[in-house]
């Protein structure tokens, strides 16, 4: 998931850049530093049990960042082709909710909701959407209202199962030690 989302703030970043975008371009830089760095951290404490894989992961997520940058900027060089492949890594990163809205609704268990996750996506999902209705961009603004949609949808499943059922707790909390 960490690297699914570093890849596609990376390309909302080239996107950003091809249509000259300073705030798009700034909003996910920051994401892509903080996803980066999270496969950094995670290799970093493989090191020791995996050295070559480690290195190799490193080695591999360097050279696919700079391959990715260069085949968005210089083959394709269409910000309308990257907008599609922006919104299509964005549609990888919604598997999760809508995974979580199917083992909700088959369940009916509430715990399976990271709901302080959904109020954040919310909020930044809104902000997103009224940025790309003020500059008038379709991939923006098509992709954070699916995104508005999705949080609103684990909410109110969230809410109706909890009034529903107070007391459930999922399967992990049974049994983490």
Known sequence: MVISCYVNYFCWYIY?????????????????????????IYLYFEIKKYLFDSILNTLILITGTWALYRALTII????????????????????????????????????????????????????????GIFITDFYIKFTNAIGIILCLVQIFLYLKYKKKYPMVYSYHKYYCI
């Open 76 to 131: 394709i060089d269409d910000d309308r082709v990257v907008g599609k492949i922006c919104i299509g890594t964005t549609f990888i990163i919604f598997v999760s909710p809508i995974k979580a809205i199917i083992k909700v609704i088959k369940e009916q268990n509430y715990t399976f909701i990271p709901i302080y996750n959904c109020y954040l996506s919310f909020i930044y999902s809104v902000c997103w959407l009224i940025y």
């Open 16 to 40: 950003g850049d091809m249509i000259f975008s300073v705030q798009i371009k700034f909003g996910y830089l920051i994401g892509s530093c903080i996803f980066g760095l999270l496969i950094v």
